[in-house]
């Protein structure tokens, strides 16, 4: 019981980034992402979304998967905001390769050089990749 | 020959093959899946799959899924199930590029 204290009232917050690289319905990756995303908001913790590589075309506005019979997961990407969740980070140069700019987006983020992602990057207590 | 890819060009190096092996005469090209983000407008694949010299067709559910209905590139073919079939069908062989 007093670990659960302690977490709960003593426990300090870290920095933990969730790094997305992967295109969203190829794979489970995006969506298995997104699932540890929402749990990590229960904890309290300092959280932010990195986007690189395909990864940014999770961000895609105007999913429509009916055609495909899968669950279109892209509006949970709004809702994250909900959920403290606030920090999302796009890499510029990874939307610039892709035909992509901030408009194409469907929810609101930073989006910053290569460089500047490394250095977010760099700032973090714990980086976990999808 | 009809050329079937699945993979982003970002993540692997699939369509490249295609692209530097196929024989053009006869050959088409047909994105499904996260292949059909090679046909992005104003992406760095653009201009290769212009310069393909093969008709290239797009998958279109797959396309839909993903939010490129209005940002493909011209001169692609947009196919549903059906056209996937019609195609198979059409082509003496059939190559999946994985």
Known sequence: ?130 | MLHIVNKSPFDTNALAGVLRVAKKEGSAVLLIEDGVYAATKNSATEASLKAAGMPVYVLQPDADARGLQSKLMDGVKMVDYGGFVDLVAGHDNVQSWL
Do not use: C
């Open chain 1, 1 to 130: 019981m007093s670990d659960d204290m302690d977490f709960e009232e003593g426990g300090t917050v870290k920095k933990f980034m969730f790094v997305n690289r992967k295109a969203p319905y190829g794979t489970i990756y995006a969506l298995e992402g997104l699932e540890v995303v929402l749990i990590s908001a229960a904890f309290d913790q300092d959280v932010s979304l990195a986007f690189l590589d395909d990864g940014v075309f999770q961000l895609v506005k105007g999913q429509k998967t009916d055609g495909v019979e899968m669950k279109n997961f892209s509006p949970t990407y709004r809702a994250l905001e909900g959920y403290d969740i606030e920090k999302l980070y796009v890499e510029r140069e990874s939307l610039e390769a892709r035909g992509l700019s901030e408009d194409d987006l469907l929810v609101d983020v930073q989006v910053m050089s290569a460089a500047e992602m490394g250095d977010m990057m760099s700032q973090q207590d714990v980086v976990i990749s999808f």
